[in-house]
């Protein structure tokens, strides 16, 4: 099974500030990898899609880079309503998908 | 409004069995990949079942054996029979609409499993 690694686990930033998340599959997983928001008692939210696409409606300042076995989601400038936890997630091995563990993102 | 709504959920004592229901609104369940994803209290995200377009069905090692994933495509809704439920079944169900990535979401369910 592949296995998806997620660091930091936690983070604490201030407002504006340049945020990066990085996932590390444990093989080659080309670009079948997706990024998630879930605040809290929330459903998650897709935002990115195949790495580096943006979904509809999401805003510019996340983007998604990365193919193989390393990837990073990067929020250019943080804002208050971006205080949430965010997921990693591969579909290289259909019908298998799997998660990261998680980066709870916090406000400085 | 392209929408997933999700009931069913429950307290339930273990060994005990519970059916999820997701009804969907805006899409046809039977023309989509359809997933289950669970989230323990304080918890990741644990993918759980998915039902392909074609009626494939594949499932987790934690359930395979014990839960059963389908679709009724007159009421355009998806279903999650778990049988022989345990503890660590205890969480928030999500069904998703599912290509590679899991793009709509339904808002969650919650099920415990305790005696």
């Known amino acids: 099974d592949i296995q998806m690694t997620q660091s930091p686990s936690s983070l604490s930033a201030s407002v504006g500030d340049r945020v990066t998340i990085t996932c590390q599959a444990s093989?080659?997983?080309?670009?079948?990898l997706n990024w998630y928001q879930q605040k809290p008692g929330k459903a998650p939210k897709l935002l990115i899609y195949?790495?580096?696409n943006l979904e509809t409606g999401v805003p510019s300042r996340f983007s998604g880079s990365g193919s193989g076995t390393d990837f990073t989601f990067t929020i250019s400038s943080l804002q208050p309503e971006d205080i949430a936890t965010y997921y990693c997630?591969?579909?290289?091995?259909?019908?298998?998908?799997?998660f990261g563990q998680g980066t709870k993102l916090e406000i400085k | 409004e392209v929408q997933l709504v999700e009931s069913g959920g429950g307290l339930i004592q273990p060994g005990g069995s519970l059916r999820l229901s997701c009804a969907a609104s805006g899409f046809t369940v039977s023309s989509n990949y359809m997933s289950w994803v669970r989230q323990a209290p304080g918890k990741g995200l644990e993918w759980v079942s998915v039902i392909y377009s074609g009626g494939s069905t594949y499932y987790a090692d934690s359930v395979k054996g014990r839960f059963t994933i389908s679709r009724d495509n007159s009421k355009n809704t998806l279903y999650l029979q778990m049988n022989s439920l345990r503890a660590e079944d205890t969480a928030v169900y999500y069904c998703?609409?599912?290509?590679?990535?899991?793009?709509?979401w339904g808002q969650g369910t919650m099920v415990t499993v305790s005696s």
């Open positions: 093989q080659d997983i080309s670009n079948y």
């Open positions: 997630q591969q579909y290289d091995n259909l019908p298998l998908y799997t």
């Open positions: 998703a609409r599912t290509s590679g990535a899991f793009d709509i």
């Open positions: 195949d790495a580096s």
